[in-house]
């Protein structure tokens, strides 16, 4: 892939109820928004009941996986509950040439906040004519 055409992080999976079954335990797919600046891609995923100590962040090559698991501090006995026990799993894979050393990372209120800065070569910038 050339640096000229630069590609978002992609995913080809949007459904955010959908359990997954992975090695006895069921994920859920958090939704995600993708937004594109000259300097970086943001990543925004939903989370809810993931605290930043129940985040996992793995870069792996060019594969990008959030792991969010959700904290259960209930002190009394469920009569009747409407939220689910899955925790958060979502896999990206990556444009070669995003600075994968600069990654920032935040949680606020349940939602991920990830920054994919984008190379120098990538970024626009106005030519002059002379």
């Known amino acids: 892939m050339s640096t000229a055409t630069a590609q978002p992080p ?3 999976n949007n ?3 959908r359990p997954v079954t992975r090695e006895n335990t069921k994920w859920l797919h958090p939704q995600v928004n993708i937004l594109e600046t000259k ?3 943001l990543l925004e995923a939903e989370m809810p009941g993931v605290s ?3 985040l996992e962040i793995l870069l792996e090559g060019n594969e990008l996986t959030i792991i969010g698991r959700r904290t259960n501090a209930q002190s009394g006995t469920p009569l009747y509950r409407e939220s689910s026990d899955y925790d958060y799993r979502r896999s990206f894979e990556l444009d070669p040439t995003i600075v994968s050393s600069k990654i920032k990372a935040r949680m606020e209120q349940g939602t991920l906040f990830l920054e994919l800065p984008k190379p ?6 106005k030519i002059t004519v002379e």
């Open 39 to 41: 300097d970086a891609y």
């Open 52 to 54: 930043k100590e129940g």
């Open 15 to 17: 459904n955010y109820q």
């Open 120 to 125: 120098e070569v990538v970024k626009p910038r």
């Open 10 to 12: 992609s995913t080809t």
